[in-house]
């Protein structure tokens, strides 16, 4: 009996170390979703500002609030958002995570949805196409 308990000790511990690291990956990709969904619906709720703090510090140098107000403009807002792929990795430069998906407004129109995510700040984004609010144009 004490000679099993070795093996079994390290079969336990291998699993826990392998189940702790499938959450923490699928952990580290809920938390870019989040930041993904609150990008988007912060820009459907003209919080230009807000959006901002979302992108990593070069894109967010590139972008300033004015210029996402002009890119973006009055969009529908929101009814539903699903990311159907999604893909991370890590290295020594930290974590990347790409989200592919569709965003649906309000009125139906749907948006092909692609935004990367590097370190759960976003560096990266295509929304095609834009909804734009009845009565404005994209």
């Known amino acids: 009996m004490r000679k099993a308990i070795l093996p079994i000790t390290l079969g336990l511990a291998g699993l826990g170390v392998t ?3 499938f959450w923490w990956a699928f952990e580290s990709q809920r938390a870019d979703v989040a ?23 070069l894109l967010a140098s590139q972008m300033p609030r ?12 929101w009814n539903s958002l699903s990311f159907r792929n999604r893909s991370s990795n890590s290295s020594s430069d930290g974590r990347q995570t790409e989200l592919w998906g569709t965003g649906t407004a309000v009125s139906g129109c749907e948006s092909e949805l692609y935004i ?7 560096d990266e984004y ?3 196409p834009l ?4 009565g404005q144009d994209a």
Do not use: K
Not at 38 to 56: D, G, R
């Open 66 to 77: 004015t210029a996402l107000g002009q890119q973006f403009g009055r969009i529908e807002p």
């Open 35 to 57: 930041v993904a969904r609150s990008f988007l619906n912060h820009v459907a709720a003209e919080e230009f500002t807000q959006a901002q703090t979302l992108l990593s510090p």
């Open 131 to 134: 909804c734009p609010m009845i």
């Open 116 to 122: 990367r995510l590097r370190d759960g700040l976003i």
């Open 19 to 21: 189940a702790w690291f």
């Open 126 to 128: 295509n929304i095609t």
